[in-house]
């Protein structure tokens, strides 16, 4: 399959060109702002994987609806305006998009669903991510990703808060806080508390290289191939 890469001179961008051939996969355009990149999506191409930034998503995305092409998304913290580019483009073409593409955290995601469910709202929850000093967007993609399951296990009115600072009196029952450190070369660690007055469950994942977000957009895409329009999740390219 002839696929592009966007942002292939980022750390994602890298990774996903050294992996796909091990995929199946030719990177006959190297799309990138930087020097030496291509600048645009080229007509060979059937498919495309997007781990830039999140102002050049509606762009691309309108590219690839031309183009008739299954789109991988993996670039986070979009507006609300970018996100809706995508959900208009996924009408047209097959587009999966994650915030996370590692096999150990749809694996999470569901134990966290476990968790919010069996455990009643006397269960705070409490979101904990940390990440490299370069990452622009917080929280990550994959907390808010983490902290949606568990707010739609929960009934899907449950409160978001991000951090705390100053007098903010009680934690109110059924909140849902997300915190993010930042700092030095952290792939991506994600801890989920669950606490009561009695005890503590903490569900963690540590990514530990690139390869496993690289490694799921490859196979993701490769999934979207031939498929219908519409909007898809890593756990529907797993198949959980
Ligand atoms: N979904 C996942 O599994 C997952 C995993 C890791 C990172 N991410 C996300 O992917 C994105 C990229 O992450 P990264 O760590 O590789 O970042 P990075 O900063 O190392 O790379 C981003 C690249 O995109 C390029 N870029 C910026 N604007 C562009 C534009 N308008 N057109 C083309 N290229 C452009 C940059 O020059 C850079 O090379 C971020 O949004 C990050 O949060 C998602």
Known sequence: MKIAILGAGGKMGVMLCELSQAHLCEVVSRVDIREGFDL???????????????????????????????????????????????????????VVQSGNYSLGVNVLLGLVRKAAQALDKSYDIEIVEMHHRHKKDAPSGTALMLAKAADEARGGDNPFVYGRVGQTGERPVGE?????????????????????????????????????????????????????????????VLGM
């Open 176 to 236: 849902i806080a997300l915190h993010s450190l930042r700092g030095g070369s952290v792939i991506g660690d994600h801890t989920v508390t669950f606490a009561s007055e009695l005890e503590r469950v903490e569900l963690v994942h540590k990514a530990q290289s690139r390869e496993a977000f690289a490694a799921g957009a490859l196979k993701a895409l490769l999934w979207a191939k031939g498929r219908k329009a519409g909007k898809y999740s890593m756990l529907d």
């Open 40 to 94: 645009d999506i080229s007509p060979e191409v059937e498919g495309v994987i997007d781990f830039s930034f999140h102002t050049a998503v509606p762009g691309f995305i309108a590219k690839a609806v031309e183009m008739e092409i299954p789109y991988v998304l993996g670039t986070t913290g979009l507006t609300d305006e970018e996100q809706k580019a995508v959900d208009e483009a996924s009408l047209k073409i097959p």
